[in-house]
């Protein structure tokens, strides 16, 4: 059934052709196995259909792994996300596909998009939220779910909730990995490929457990620890506002920004964008483990490299999963949590998948892709329960 899981059609594929500027956009529903869908909107020159088709399923894997009980979904634009239509570009997409983000999709922000600026164009059409279709799924009604959903607003370990969850996730999978190798926090060392609001919040959160970040990439630059000073990283994110890495003083050096691959350290965080690591590359990272933040980060070819090489590759659709878990830790309770509660169901229910994933992978000497669509493939699906939370008995 992994397989299956893997090479199935999706159920629904809605195309855009805008009106004004005829770019192309994508809906992508991969399954319409539960009540729910869930996945991000994103604005990328050159994206394709077959790319929204492949992210869609990567989001079902996600809700599978993580026990929620949703099907996956994606959707974006081909559009430059510089340019100074975005907004508009946006408007009109949403607009778009305005009566499944109303009962069935749970909309996310993704590569070049803030749940901000999607909920503020959702509300000019009439949509009180992105993901109002949580509220029907679970039974809330309006000013329940609005009472939640606006905890993540709420400040959780130096920022929003909003801005940190998947970084948290993303961080609490490097920590799961590095306790496997048996390598202490202090003595860890990371280096993170991406500075935007995944790759420094992931940088951030490892930072502040202790963990010893030794390289930065952001999509101009490299910077390089030296002289074995990890950077601070509490310093680089108060200076950026803008998702590049700024140039402070220092005992660090700035690269090229493919230099981030020649980092040897403990774990490579490859955060930015898909197809980050390849066959040409995947033979010279000199790492133990690779979590991927990103979606498909690591071409099959390059996790086949890493395997046989004896390196660690977290599946993306794991490592990368801290969004998903942290709306089932924010709306899953029967009581209102706390933005820390939810960041603590993000932590432990990440830890538990990795542990699970990779002894799974160990016993049956398999790679942990592998282990991981072994472990999707036995979920089983519960089509008419609620997606979040304990299952009601």
């Given at each position: 059934?992994?397989?299956?899981?893997?090479?199935?059609?999706?159920?629904?594929?809605?195309?855009?052709?805008?009106?004004?500027?005829?770019?192309?956009?994508?809906?992508?529903?991969?399954?319409?196995?539960?009540?729910?869908?869930?996945?991000?909107?994103?604005?990328?020159?050159?994206?394709?259909?077959?790319?929204?088709?492949?992210?869609?399923?990567?989001?079902?894997?996600?809700?599978?792994?993580?026990?929620?009980?949703?099907?996956?979904?994606?959707?974006?634009?081909?559009?430059?996300?510089?340019?100074?239509?975005?907004?508009?570009?946006?408007?009109?997409?949403?607009?778009?596909?305005?009566?499944?983000?109303?009962?069935?999709?749970?909309?996310?922000?993704?590569?070049?998009?803030?749940?901000?600026?999607?909920?503020?164009?959702?509300?000019?059409?009439?949509?009180?939220?992105?993901?109002?279709?949580?509220?029907?799924?679970?039974?809330?009604?309006?000013?329940?779910?609005?009472?939640?959903?606006?905890?993540?607003?709420?400040?959780?370990?130096?920022?929003?909730?909003?801005?940190?969850?998947?970084?948290?996730?993303?961080?609490?999978?490097?920590?799961?990995?590095?306790?496997?190798?048996?390598?202490?926090?202090?003595?860890?060392?990371?280096?993170?490929?991406?500075?935007?609001?995944?790759?420094?919040?992931?940088?951030?959160?490892?930072?502040?457990?202790?963990?010893?970040?030794?390289?930065?990439?952001?999509?101009?630059?490299?910077?390089?620890?030296?002289?074995?000073?990890?950077?601070?990283?509490?310093?680089?994110?108060?200076?950026?506002?803008?998702?590049?890495?700024?140039?402070?003083?220092?005992?660090?050096?700035y690269l090229d920004r493919s230099h981030i691959y020649n980092v040897k350290c403990d774990v490579l965080i490859p955060a930015a964008i898909e197809n980050?690591?390849?066959?040409?590359?995947?033979?010279?990272?000199?790492?133990?483990?690779?979590?991927?933040?990103?979606?498909?980060?690591?071409?099959?070819?390059?996790?086949?490299?890493?395997?046989?090489?004896?390196?660690?590759?977290?599946?993306?659709?794991?490592?990368?999963?801290?969004?998903?878990?942290?709306?089932?830790?924010?709306?899953?309770?029967?009581?209102?949590?706390?933005?820390?509660?939810?960041?603590?169901?993000?932590?432990?229910?990440?830890?538990?998948?990795?542990?699970?994933?990779?002894?799974?992978?160990?016993?049956?000497?398999?790679?942990?892709?592998?282990?991981?669509?072994?472990?999707?493939?036995?979920?089983?699906?519960?089509?008419?329960?609620?997606?979040?939370?304990?299952?009601?008995?």
């Open positions: 059934m992994a397989t299956g899981i893997q090479n199935k059609e999706p159920e629904l594929i809605v195309e855009y052709t805008d009106p004004l500027e005829g770019f192309k956009g994508w809906l992508v529903i991969d399954a319409l196995s539960h009540k729910l869908c869930a996945g991000g909107l994103r604005v990328q020159r050159g994206l394709t259909r077959d790319c929204v088709v492949d992210l869609a399923r990567n989001m079902t894997l996600k809700m599978r792994i993580a026990g929620i009980r949703a099907d996956g979904a994606k959707c974006g634009i081909d559009y430059d996300p510089h340019s100074p239509g975005k907004r508009k570009a946006l408007y009109r997409f949403i607009r778009s596909i305005r009566p499944y983000i109303l009962e069935h999709y749970s909309v996310g922000p993704d590569l070049n998009t803030k749940l901000e600026e999607l909920d503020n164009i959702a509300r000019e059409l009439g949509i009180p939220s992105v993901k109002i279709a949580v509220a029907k799924a679970q039974g809330f009604d309006l000013p329940d779910f609005m009472k939640r959903y606006e905890m993540l607003a709420n400040l959780a370990n130096d920022f929003t909730l909003s801005k940190v969850r998947s970084g948290f996730g993303l961080a609490s999978a490097c920590l799961a990995v590095l306790e496997f190798l048996k390598i202490s926090q202090q003595e860890a060392t990371v280096a993170v490929q991406g500075f935007g609001e995944l790759g420094s919040s992931a940088a951030y959160c490892l930072y502040k457990s202790g963990v010893n970040i030794v390289g930065l990439a952001d999509e101009e630059k490299c910077l390089i620890s030296t002289n074995e000073h990890r950077l601070d990283i509490k310093s680089l994110m108060k200076a950026s506002n803008s998702g590049l890495i700024p140039k402070l003083q220092g005992k660090h050096r980050a690591i390849v066959a040409d590359n995947a033979g010279t990272i000199s790492v133990k483990a690779v979590v991927p933040g990103a979606n498909l980060a690591i071409t099959k070819e390059g996790e086949r490299i890493f395997h046989d090489r004896g390196i660690i590759a977290i599946p993306d659709f794991i490592a990368g999963c801290g969004g998903s878990l942290s709306m089932d830790g924010l709306f899953g309770p029967r009581l209102h949590p706390s933005a820390q509660d939810v960041l603590d169901h993000v932590g432990k229910r990440m830890r538990i998948i990795v542990k699970r994933v990779l002894e799974r992978s160990q016993k049956d000497g398999i790679p942990p892709r592998e282990a991981a669509l072994n472990l999707c493939s036995e979920a089983p699906i519960y089509p008419e329960e609620k997606p979040y939370g304990p299952l009601d008995k």
